[in-house]
């Protein structure tokens, strides 16, 4: 059984840093393309950043390229995603997805999905 569960949500000040974590299991991990992905209330879900199976190639979103960076661990089968300068406008649910294709941005081609860590930003 697959499952993706993420950790480090949590209330932070406008300019703060957060690091989210995603531990996989239940799947050969350094085979799958990992995702953020997040939703705000009222909103549709939308791509935050996304890294290929190696590692080698990452992908943002626009707004958030110069902040947010993510990073993999294969040995220990754990995706991260390191938040900086917060604004306001990042509060989201933020998830955590895996890939067995290359369709980073793209929700609905994920094959798996977290239950997701709460981010807020206050200003």
């Known amino acids: 059984q697959v499952q993706l569960v993420e950790s480090g949500g949590g209330l932070v000040q406008a300019g703060g840093s957060l690091r989210l974590s995603c531990a996989a299991s239940?799947?050969?991990?350094?085979?799958?393309?990992m995702g953020w992905f997040r939703q705000a209330p009222g909103k549709e879900r939308e791509f935050v950043a996304a890294?290929?199976?190696?590692?080698?190639?990452?992908y943002y979103e626009d707004s958030v390229k110069g902040r947010f960076t993510i990073s993999r661990d294969n040995r220990k089968n754990m995706v991260y995603l390191q938040m900086n300068s917060l604004k306001p406008e990042d509060t989201a649910v933020y998830y955590c997805?895996?890939?067995?294709?290359?369709?980073?941005?793209?929700?609905?081609?994920?094959?798996?999905w977290g239950q997701g860590t709460q981010v807020t930003v206050s200003s």
């Open positions: 997805a895996a890939d067995s294709g290359r369709h980073y941005y793209t929700a609905s081609q994920y094959d798996y």
């Open positions: 239940g799947l050969i991990f350094s085979n799958y393309a």
């Open positions: 890294i290929s199976w190696s590692g080698g190639d990452t």
